[in-house]
């Protein structure tokens, strides 16, 4: 059931910034389009062969694997359309923040329910890929995983409560990335460097440091110790940033994560 293809195609309900990217990302590997089906009032430019319907309505066939990527706000207004358009049996994977597997199971009764907290690497086929599934069920959890292989690396969380960690760390965690590459270029800019300079970079900069990480057996902290020569520049920075990255870093992701448990409540209407 976790095999697409055109003759079991995966349906979209909802594909803007994160369906996008992970359309685009299945697409890139080599999936063929029309193993896809969106539903989404507002979708545009979709990649040709994929099969787009504004409304639920219109999709015809019932989906046996589906992702809800719409906005949790606005889930509790669409679960009664998404139930007409699943399968009795089908699997469906929720990507939204927050809503948990009791919501979702009580909206779509009988499916086999998946949480995944993706991020919009997605599209590149670098995404961290958090996991969550109720009942322990190896064989939907090596389907779920043959599955999402393009997109990037699956790793199951074993209570359900921890994918608000894993959404604040892995889902929010580009933005955060982002912001910090701005502060490096906006920090050159600052200290008298053009700005499309000082912003490739900090682009560039990050870039290799990251590739450096992630080839590299030694830890973070142990590639920081190698940049740094006793009494150079690097220790003069690392004197302030040390004196309160951490400390932001924390407060960041617990309002984050506060987010995804306060999003998990009914809303009040
Ligand atoms: N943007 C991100 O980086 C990440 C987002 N998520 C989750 O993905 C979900 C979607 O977020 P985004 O893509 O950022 O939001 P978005 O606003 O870009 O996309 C939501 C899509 O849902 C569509 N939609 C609204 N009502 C609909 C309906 N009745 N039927 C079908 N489609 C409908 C909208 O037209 C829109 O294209 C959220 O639940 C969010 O928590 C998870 C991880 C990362
Ligand atoms: O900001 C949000 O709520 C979503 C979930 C993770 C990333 N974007």
Redesign the pocket.
């Given at each position: 059931m976790t095999e697409i293809s055109r003759d079991n195609p995966l349906l979209f309900?909802?594909?803007?910034?994160?369906?996008?990217a992970m359309l685009d990302g299945w697409i890139a590997a080599g999936i063929d389009p029309a193993a896809f089906i969106v539903?989404?009032?507002?979708?545009q430019a979709l990649p040709e062969g994929v099969r787009h319907f504004a409304d639920?309505s219109m999709a015809g066939s019932k989906a046996r694997i589906a992702l809800v990527?719409?906005?949790?706000q606005?889930f509790p207004?669409?679960s009664n359309?998404l139930t007409d358009i699943v399968a009795g049996d089908a699997i469906v994977i929720s990507?939204?923040?927050?809503?948990r597997v009791e919501t979702l199971r009580s909206a779509l009764p009988g499916r086999k329910i998946v949480r995944l907290?993706?991020?919009?690497a997605a599209s590149l086929g670098k995404s961290p890929l958090g996991l969550f599934e109720p009942d322990g069920d190896a064989q939907l959890r090596a389907g779920i995983e043959k599955c999402l292989a393009p997109l990037g690396t699956p790793v199951w969380i074993n209570e359900e409560v921890l994918m608000d960690a894993v959404?604040a760390l892995a889902?929010?965690g580009?933005a955060f990335v982002y912001r910090f590459i701005d502060a490096l270029a906006k920090a050159g800019e600052s200290l008298g460097l053009n700005p499309a300079v000082s912003a490739t970079l900090a682009k560039a900069t990050v870039d290799g440091a990251v590739d450096l990480a992630i080839a590299s057996d030694a830890s973070p902290e142990e590639l920081a110790r190698r940049v740094t020569s006793p009494g150079g520049t690097t220790a003069a920075g690392l004197e302030v940033l040390d004196g309160g990255l951490q400390q932001l870093i924390d407060a960041t992701l617990k309002a984050a994560r506060d987010r995804g448990v306060d999003l998990s409540k009914p809303i009040e209407q």
């Open positions: 309900f909802g594909c803007g910034n994160m369906g996008r539903v989404d009032p507002m979708a639920a990527a719409v906005k949790p606005v207004q669409i359309e990507v939204m923040a927050g809503v907290m993706p991020n919009l959404t889902g929010s580009p």
